[in-house]
């Protein structure tokens, strides 16, 4: 073989061994990954729908994170109070005056602070006993009466697991137990009021207008409307900001000022359909939008009045045990979150047929009822 035909060859090998090197390093940069970070994909949170997930993403990867959401809860309402920060420092009994702590050893004292600062509270607001108990005492209903009890098993030598068997028995069973009892009494006397009067069914919503399950609330109003007619559903609007909603306050008293000039329903939606925009130029502008007397409007949102009359619904959420928002009650019934609207619904319009065969006006029926549970 000649020098120049060798010089060849040897060209040729070299060439061949660079692009068979370039193919292997190409399979193993595919495979692997290399120095560029892989595109981040979204992450879904419980709420999010399942076709929020792009379509661009790999199969396999969009298949495994539709189904970690699909098995996630998805919360029903908002919580009275709001999750501490982790980075909050445990509360001391200083901290929990109220609670039936100085009664206790020194060393049970420190393991009772230990559990109230570790369990959540059964209403699975997210926060802890302790830190719920300091935030949000007066209005969470059944916050002082969960602290005593851990108090009080402590006291009695109860283990931390046992306690904890308690508190989850009672977070799961209470909304099937509320909605066996009697019909509470919650008055729509003042409430802001869709639908006939002689309506069958009355349902009376605690609500926030900050709160974004409550912004969907409608869903399972019309839901009901579809189900039993319009004509025979009613609905009562009861407010119930939450003190980790800083807006909620003054844009339920902004609709108040509304329903002054009979425009709730009209600014009702407003508010929830622009939920990141409840600053007061904002009320003042769905004002104009509504064509309510603007001037009339602001000289109402001063008045001490609307203010009271908002501060009775909250201490009516108390006093019934309002767990969150929104919560429904139709005819008296709370819904609970493992109730069916529809199946409560329906017991309720039983009820309704009963008080009419008794002679009772169909406008006073729901007076009627729920006087059984005062």
Not at 116 to 129: A, D, V
Not at 170 to 195: S, T, Y
Not at 352 to 370: F, H, M, T, W
Request: hydrophobic share 40%; charged share 20%; aromatic share 8%.
């Amino acid at each position: 073989m000649s020098e120049q035909a060798l010089s060849s060859s040897k060209r040729m090998f070299l060439y061949s061994g660079w692009v068979f090197a370039a193919f292997l390093f190409g399979a193993w940069f595919g495979r692997f990954g290399g120095l560029i970070p892989p595109p981040a994909y979204p992450v879904l949170y419980p709420t999010h729908q399942v076709n929020a997930v792009p379509t661009a993403s790999p199969p396999a990867r969009r298949r495994e994170v539709v189904a970690k959401a699909q098995k996630e809860p998805s919360p029903a309402r908002c919580a009275p109070v709001l999750s501490a920060p982790a980075s909050q420092p445990a509360l001391k009994a200083s901290d929990l005056q109220g609670v039936s702590l100085a009664e206790l050893s020194k060393e049970k004292q420190e393991f009772a602070l230990k559990i109230l600062n570790t369990l959540k509270h059964p209403c699975s607001c997210g926060q802890t006993l302790a830190r719920c108990y300091q935030t949000d005492s007066k209005t969470c209903p059944s916050i002082q009466r969960v602290a005593e009890f851990v108090a009080d098993a402590v006291k009695q030598n109860k283990s931390a697991d046992e306690i904890k068997k308690v508190l989850d028995s009672v977070g799961q069973e209470a909304p099937k137990q509320a909605a066996a009892n009697k019909p509470l009494p919650i008055p729509v006397d003042g409430a802001p009021i869709k639908g006939p009067a002689n309506a069958k069914i009355t349902i009376v919503i605690f609500s926030d207008f900050e709160c974004p399950y409550c912004a969907q609330a409608h869903q399972q109003v019309e839901a009901l409307q579809k189900q039993f007619g319009a004509q025979n559903i009613r609905v009562a609007y009861r407010h119930l900001p939450l003190s980790f909603h800083p807006n909620a306050m003054p844009a339920a008293i902004a609709s108040m000022a509304a329903h002054r000039q009979g425009k709730f329903w009209e600014y009702h939606d407003k508010l929830f359909a622009n939920q990141e925009k409840l600053k007061a130029e904002d009320f003042v502008r769905y004002a104009k939008e509504l064509k309510l007397d603007v001037e009339k409007f602001q000289k109402d949102l001063k008045d001490p009045a609307i203010a009271t009359a908002v501060q009775e619904d909250l201490k009516l959420s108390t006093k019934i045990n309002v767990p969150g928002t929104p919560s429904f009650y139709i005819n008296g019934y709370p819904v609970g979150e493992q109730d069916s609207p529809l199946d409560v619904a329906n017991r309720a319009l039983k009820d309704a047929d009963a008080a009419l065969q008794r002679g009772i006006k169909p406008e006073n029926v729901y007076s009627e009822l729920i006087k059984q549970g005062k």
